[in-house]
């Protein structure tokens, strides 16, 4: 692996960093990855502020392999001690919104893709740097999957250590209401939706869903938000609430919400189905391959665009998600390099029929 490519991919992040890209307006670092791809010999297509590229050998009766990660940030706090859109070197570290996530797994894929752009491979090999995974956007990398044609297997990059997250949570958001009848609140009139509530806020603190997943542990409810009455002296008739559900492999985003249904009297609406968990076989050659070179696997606690992706995938990246989100998010430059040695090797001989 050239240093050149390495120093490329380090020099495109900084370029990243000093771009603005919160969710939905991420157009100018798309800009940036388009030509990236394009000065390096790639032939770059977009779809809104999705990029990608399709390697030059591709073979419709062989199975293909897509290198994602993401290029939006989260808007960054008060708290940051350096310029959060300016890519501070400090030694080793490099400091700066998204630049552990996910720049720092975006751009190590380009430069693996670029790695194996003039080599023959006996799989097809796609590169997709993709928009809106902050926000779950309606454009991001789901948009253009029908776009790629077949996909056999997902490696998306996320700051995962470079050890491989073989399982991921799912996400529901549920919109509760509690139903009541206003009356005066000096007389003993109408029926309290407060009341009627606590009862399922109760059920919701404490039921044990049966299925208990050895990585992900079990489907974890909180009720994050809670809105009733507008004045001191009238019972109120509402009471709604938000609950975040995190559902392991063990369910689907549809199987929690009916038994929620079944269980509580409050009406039931999820915000959406989509972001389902997913899991992959600990016997599939890739994850048999991340562990010969000693990775680590696990089940991740935090969603990301494997919830968008109906085959299998993995998770891996350079970075550590405990920086994600953080004031002063950093990564350091030695992660990128090592990310992008050990992503070559994971595709280097890799053969889907060999375990």
Same mark, same amino acid.
């Given at each position: ?40 010999? @790639? ?9 990608? &590229?399709? *390697? ?12 994602? =990660? ?16 300016? $890519? ?16 720092? &797994?975006?751009?190590?894929?380009? $430069? ?26 309606? #454009? ?9 044609? #077949? ?17 991921? +949570? ?8 509690? #139903? ?32 208990? !997943? ?17 004045? *001191? ?12 559900? +995190?559902?392991?492999?063990?369910? &689907? ?17 999820? +915000? ?5 968990? !997913? ?9 048999? #391959? ?9 089940? =991740? ?19 550590? &998600? @405990? ?33």
């Amino acid at each position: 692996m050239s240093q050149e490519l390495k120093n490329k991919a380090v020099e495109l992040l900084k370029r990243l960093i000093e771009t603005q890209s919160f969710s939905g307006e991420e157009d100018k670092t798309a800009d940036l990855i388009f030509e990236f791809l394009k000065s390096n010999g @790639a032939k770059a297509q977009r779809q809104d502020n999705n990029v990608w &590229s399709i *390697h030059p050998n591709y073979d419709e009766s062989k199975k293909t392999i897509l290198l994602n =990660s993401h290029h939006d940030t989260v808007k960054f706090g008060a708290n940051w001690t350096y310029n959060a859109l300016q $890519a501070t070197v400090d030694g080793d570290k490099l400091i700066g919104l998204g630049s552990n996530d996910a720049g720092a &797994s975006a751009v190590s894929l380009l $430069a693996t893709f670029l790695y194996f752009s003039d080599k023959k491979l006996p799989f097809n090999l796609i590169v997709a740097i993709t928009a809106e995974e902050e926000n779950s956007g309606q #454009k991001n990398v789901a948009s253009i999957l029908p776009k790629l044609g #077949k996909i056999d297997l997902g490696i998306v990059g996320e700051p995962t250590q470079m050890d491989m997250a073989i399982a991921e +949570r799912g996400l529901v958001v549920l919109e509760v209401e509690a #139903k009541g009848k206003t009356g005066h609140a000096a007389r003993n009139e109408g029926v309290n939706a407060i009341y009627e509530a606590l009862q399922d806020i109760e059920w919701f603190k404490n039921y044990l869903f049966e299925n208990v !997943s050895d990585m992900l542990g079990p489907v974890k409810m909180t009720v994050t938000q809670i809105e009733a009455g507008k004045q *001191h002296n009238v019972v109120p008739d509402s009471c709604k609430m938000v609950v975040d559900v +995190r559902v392991n492999e063990l369910y &689907s985003n549809q199987e929690v919400v009916d038994v929620v249904k079944k269980h509580i009297k409050s009406e039931v609406n999820p +915000r959406s189905l989509r972001l389902n968990s !997913s899991k992959i076989d600990i016997a599939h050659p890739i994850v048999q #391959k991340g562990i010969s070179l000693g990775c680590k696997t696990y089940g =991740s606690p935090t969603l990301s665009d494997m919830a968008m992706m109906d085959f299998d995938t993995v998770k891996i990246g350079p970075g550590n &998600s @405990a920086r994600s989100h953080t004031p002063d998010e950093f990564i350091l430059i030695s992660e990128i390099e090592n990310g992008i040695d050990r992503y070559i090797a994971l595709l280097n001989g890799f053969n889907f029929d060999k375990i």
